[in-house]
């Protein structure tokens, strides 16, 4: 979606307004032209979309009948008001459904299915959390969790690597990971410093983002996941299962994410820094 030769034009025009509706427009024009390319790979989006929300619709028909109708009303409303965006925002990207060798493909693989799986399931914890039905915000992250490992098993086991979910994966993790800690926060689980501190690595990395794009005198540079970066997210998955089940013994976890995120922040800027002077 961001590409390089209109942001180029863009950030030497140093985003006028004028600049900036042209950018708009030509990557609107990209856009069309990749869903006109791939009508399949668009109908697969959709067609994953329809299945996982009558799914959805399922589950919370049988949360009404079984347990508390005005929990799935709510859970339903928010799960559709959420998807119909999420889905719309990943079609913007339809033009990177390629392998790792630029093969367009014509449909979402399983990897990608999981993928979207772990982004359709951001409203039902949130609604967990905010409902105070904290076994079942665990087990929602938990299996969460779980799909995130497992379609990046099967990516790499199989071959099954993307270009789109090299891109909406680690979305998807910062959007859950967004999601989780704002509802802590409103919640009262977590005060804003600890918030601030659970975020602090994502924060620093979408200012980082902001930057690259915007200053001209730096080029792009795409770098792969660190293992610091990993450190990080699983640390974070640690504090939000002692946030769920012993919330009294988060500080020292906290701690961790802390210095584990002040680290992979440098460990990415570093990089960084040695890959545009090469």
């Given at each position: 979606m961001f590409i390089e030769e209109y942001l180029v034009e863009l950030r030497r025009e140093r985003f006028a307004f004028p600049a900036l509706v042209r950018?708009?427009?030509?990557?609107g024009q990209r856009v069309r032209a990749d869903w006109l390319?791939?009508?399949?790979?668009?109908?697969?989006?959709?067609?994953?979309a329809i299945v996982y929300f009558a799914v959805v619709f399922l589950a919370c028909v049988g949360m009404a009948l079984a347990w508390d109708r005005d929990l799935a009303?709510?859970?339903?409303v928010q799960t559709a008001l959420w998807m119909l965006p999420a889905f719309a925002f990943v079609m913007l990207f339809v033009g990177h459904l390629r392998d790792e060798?630029?093969?367009?493909?014509?449909?979402?693989?399983?990897?990608?299915?999981l993928t979207l799986a772990r982004v359709s399931m951001v409203p039902g914890i949130a609604v967990f959390l905010v409902d105070r039905h904290f076994a079942w915000a665990f087990g929602v992250y938990v299996f969460a969790s779980l799909t995130d490992v497992l379609d990046g098993w099967l990516a790499r086991r199989a071959h099954w690597t993307t270009r789109l979910g090299a891109l909406i994966d680690p979305m998807a993790d910062r959007i859950f990971a967004v999601v989780a800690v704002?509802?802590?926060?409103?919640?009262?689980?977590?005060?804003?410093?600890?918030?601030?501190?659970?975020l602090s690595?994502?924060?620093?990395?979408a200012i980082g983002f902001v930057v690259a794009r915007a200053v001209t005198w730096l080029r792009p540079i795409h770098l792969r996941a660190r293992r610091a970066g990993k450190l990080v997210t699983a640390l974070q998955f640690i504090a939000f299962v002692v946030l769920l089940l012993a919330p009294q013994r988060i500080q020292p976890i906290l701690w961790l994410v802390g210095l584990a995120s002040a680290y992979s922040v440098s460990d990415y800027t570093l990089a960084l820094w040695h890959a545009r002077v090469r």
């Amino acid at each position: 979606m961001f590409i390089e030769e209109y942001l180029v034009e863009l950030r030497r025009e140093r985003f006028a307004f004028p600049a900036l509706v042209r950018y708009v427009h030509r990557v609107g024009q990209r856009v069309r032209a990749d869903w006109l390319a791939n009508p399949n790979g668009v109908r697969s989006v959709w067609a994953v979309a329809i299945v996982y929300f009558a799914v959805v619709f399922l589950a919370c028909v049988g949360m009404a009948l079984a347990w508390d109708r005005d929990l799935a009303e709510h859970y339903l409303v928010q799960t559709a008001l959420w998807m119909l965006p999420a889905f719309a925002f990943v079609m913007l990207f339809v033009g990177h459904l390629r392998d790792e060798s630029g093969h367009r493909l014509s449909g979402l693989n399983l990897p990608l299915m999981l993928t979207l799986a772990r982004v359709s399931m951001v409203p039902g914890i949130a609604v967990f959390l905010v409902d105070r039905h904290f076994a079942w915000a665990f087990g929602v992250y938990v299996f969460a969790s779980l799909t995130d490992v497992l379609d990046g098993w099967l990516a790499r086991r199989a071959h099954w690597t993307t270009r789109l979910g090299a891109l909406i994966d680690p979305m998807a993790d910062r959007i859950f990971a967004v999601v989780a800690v704002i509802t802590f926060l409103d919640s009262g689980a977590l005060s804003f410093r600890a918030a601030l501190v659970m975020l602090s690595r994502d924060i620093m990395t979408a200012i980082g983002f902001v930057v690259a794009r915007a200053v001209t005198w730096l080029r792009p540079i795409h770098l792969r996941a660190r293992r610091a970066g990993k450190l990080v997210t699983a640390l974070q998955f640690i504090a939000f299962v002692v946030l769920l089940l012993a919330p009294q013994r988060i500080q020292p976890i906290l701690w961790l994410v802390g210095l584990a995120s002040a680290y992979s922040v440098s460990d990415y800027t570093l990089a960084l820094w040695h890959a545009r002077v090469r």
